[in-house]
């Protein structure tokens, strides 16, 4: 089955061009965004479309959900991958992140500001209604209590009567739009003068809860009033006076004006814990509860209902007031703050909380706030205004500026990609285009110069191994110059290892066996290392073998031993075969046609196999030893100086007679002078170890020296040449 879902998987996928999805959750997307187009063409559909409901798009919220592990794969594998969108990314979360948040604090705090300013506008003008109210309220009041002690001083009856006549003084309170005025004489509303819409007739006697006077806002039921209770005394009558003014929709439209619009729900506020009563001394005294005083209930021949009868309050639920004006601009948006207004159950006098909304504009709040100095307003506007426009400015120059440098970076990037890129194809002589002068443009540079110091080191490389080669073949050729194997002659056994510290060595050593029972014998130490050495350890053995094989050809010419040389004079028949003569010979060949400075260490020896006898020379090399079986050792010493230094040297020769059982050791100095923390191998180590080994064969007794060196030297490099 799952064969066959992958088989539909891969068709479907290869006719839209796309892999077929090989994730868990991206099969699931792609079945959910297959199932999505189905049920939305079977939609289509007459009869069947009805049946399907909410399904395709409870599919379409699988795919899209499901999708969300890919999108972000995607985003992060490709979309990202580009050095360009990555810092443009970078640049949003660094840059632009700190402007959108202190942007939006700004917002919100200009928001608050200005919502605080419309509720301060709006509250001041309420609080200043207020005050005017009770100011008035108290004129009337005063002029009540004043006509009163009139009429007790003149001696009138006990019941004084007040006068239906508004004072002159407060005419303009009556003048006040939906104002009511209502007086009262020891409890009882007595008749005023006044137009019907002005007489306040549905307010019984002061409450209980008022002791002197009061001046705020009401609450009856659903309905909000400003009231003001003022209570003055009269000999021993009290003239109560109450103003009463209704916040509904005309009023807090003369209160929003120039400010916008204020709406009030009387019918949603808050109750306090603690109730409070008014007094003389203070609009608002706490008290343990409402205080009940005969004096002042209400009569029972009361004019009118009582205060749940408001005609003239606001009606139930929200009262709007003021009219918001059409915006200056894009930027002159609404600005709808709450705030609250405090308030008193007109009933029992407990204080409340009603809610209200200013909805203003930023223009009208502008203009409220430098209402009295236009001048400022409009210099403060312009540098708003310029200010916003530099800052505009700034930040589209640092926008252009940071997508200049960015784009030299991404540039040195994508540069040094493609450079790269061509390096990898071999292609080592391409190099990165560089004009500015920064660090990208050093890495760049750096990077040429890498290519360069590519192209050189693999010429090197490439002569290197030309060189390795050739010395591949200069050491198969010196090689072959050493004795390719051992040699007998007799009694006599003879051996011989090089082991060069470099490719080539510049050590010598050979055998030459001249006819049946003589040879020669050779070892030697060219000074320095590597090829100088070796081309003159070639030149040295060629020599040696020339002079060697130049005299056995002469006196198998000349059987009688005698030869004339240029001068004519006899030259005797040992002139080749003594070591002293060609030592002699030899230094004169090397000191005519090498430089001043090099030489060489040599030792010649020639051996008679009738006679075991050994004549020898030894020019400069380490003395070779003859260890005799009762365990005495010879050093064969006689000679002379270092061949090829000085010019007309002559080499004394020595002669030894060697026994049964002797061995004689001719070595270099690589075998003595290699050295560790305990010092040189040395001689004495060197002949200790051939005495314990002398019952082997010569070659297990070299490769036993050989190997003691090598341990000796561990993982140090071989000093010099070892044979």
Known sequence: MSHFIQSIEQRI??????????????????????????????????????????????????????????????????????????????????????????????????????????????????????????????????????????????????????????PPEAEGVINMPELQVGVYLDGRLQPLDLPPEHALTSVPAPPSWVHGSFSGLVLTGKHVYFRAITQEQAGSHTVSVITSLPLDAGFLGRVASGLGRVTLWPDVHLRSKLPIAAGNDSKFHASTGPQTSPKYSAPDNAVGPVIDDASKGSEAGQVSGGVLPKPESVLDFPINFPTTLDTREWSSGKPTTVFALVTSRPSLLYQRLFRESQLIGGSIRVMLVLAGALFLCLELLAIFFASRLSRTITHSVSDLYHATREVDQGRLNYRIPVSRQDQLAALSRSFNAMSASLVRLLEEQKEKERLQSELSIAQEVQSNLFPSCDVRLGELELHGLCRPARTVSGDYYDFLVLGNDTLCLAIGDISGKGISAALLMAGLHSAVRAYRFASEEMFAAHPLGSIRNGQGHEVSGEVFQSPGNLMRLLNLHLYRSTQQEKYATLFLAHYDATTRTLRYSNGGQLPPLVLRPDGSILRLDRGGTVVGLLDNMEYEEGVVILEPGDLLIAYSDGVTEPENEFGDFGEERMVELVHSNRHLPLDEISGRVVQALEDWIGAEEQPDDIT
């Open 13 to 166: 996928c290869a006719t839209l061009h796309r892999k077929p999805p090989t994730r868990r959750w991206s099969r699931v997307a792609f079945w959910s965004a297959a199932a999505t187009v189905v049920l939305f063409l079977l939609r289509l559909l007459p009869g069947i479309g009805s049946h399907i409901g909410f399904l395709p798009w409870l599919t379409f919220l699988v795919a899209i959900l499901t999708s969300l592990p890919a999108f972000f794969h995607w985003m992060r594998w490709r979309l990202l991958w580009r050095l360009r969108n990555r810092l443009f990314v970078t640049y949003l979360l660094i840059g632009l992140t700190p402007v959108v948040l202190f942007g939006m604090l700004a917002a919100i705090a200009s928001y608050v500001l200005f919502g605080q300013f419309a509720n301060f506008a709006a509250t001041s003008e309420i609080k200043s209604q207020l005050t005017e109210l009770g100011t008035n309220d108290q004129a009337l009041a005063l002029h009540f209590q004043q006509e009163l002690l009139a009429q007790t001083n003149a001696g009138h009856p006990k019941a004084p009567v007040l006068p239906v006549a508004v």
